[in-house]
């Protein structure tokens, strides 16, 4: 069933359960990659906080949570390139596990950025988990990246987090846009 946010039109793409089932899959990883190990949940706002409520539920190893803010879409369907980085990590990560928590990587710049920045702070080991990644439009390779739930289409998503002009965060679905 087609849906309308704002003024633009949206289809399914993935389902809330063929979302929760990927979760589940990821969470059962990663417990395994951090046993005996606490590693540092960082989510990355605005987008993520669906996706990573959802994935600290089904992990069982120890682990703490923080997060960072940053955009690069300002309300548009596509990428301006300009990264605000409206809020910075809070937490020491020196010498720590982290784990990235990202809606979607596309071009890979907001993730190469962020990346970048944290590995001046000295942590153990930096890895990234996604919801959605763009294969198509990777223009930054991320070798951190090692966690993807599910690639899609260079296309416009919205729902689990990810907004256009800050509305459909609330679908519990990801939705692509209808042109």
Same mark, same amino acid.
Request: net charge negative; with cysteine.
């Given at each position: ?20 089932? $990927? ?47 940053? #955009? #690069? ?5 596509? #990428? ?5 980085? !409206?809020?910075?990590?809070? *937490? !020491?990560?020196?010498?720590?596990? *982290?784990?990235? *928590? ?16 944290? #590995? ?48 459909? $965060? ?6 692509? $846009?209808?042109?």
């Amino acid at each position: 069933m087609n849906i309308k946010i704002a003024d633009l039109e949206f289809e399914p793409l993935i389902s809330a359960e063929e979302i929760q089932t $990927r979760i589940k899959q990821i969470a059962a990883q990663l417990n395994a990659d951090y046993e005996n190990k606490t590693p540092i949940f960082v989510g990355v706002l605005n987008g993520c906080f669906m996706f990573m409520g959802d994935l600290l539920k089904q992990i069982t190893v120890p682990c703490e949570v923080a997060f960072t803010k940053l #955009s #690069s879409y300002h309300g548009g369907t596509t #990428s301006t390139r300009r990264i605000n980085d !409206d809020f910075d990590l809070m *937490v !020491d990560i020196a010498n720590r596990h *982290v784990v990235l *928590v990202e809606d979607i990587v596309d071009t890979g710049n907001t993730l190469d950025y962020l990346v970048a920045k944290l #590995s001046h702070r000295k942590p153990a080991s930096i890895t990234v988990c996604a919801l959605l990644l763009k294969p198509d439009a990777i223009e930054y390779p991320i070798e951190e990246l090692t966690h993807v739930a599910f690639n899609i289409p260079n296309e416009f998503v919205v729902g689990y987090g990810l907004d256009y002009m800050e509305l459909g $965060r609330n679908l519990d679905g990801i939705y692509k $846009r209808v042109v």
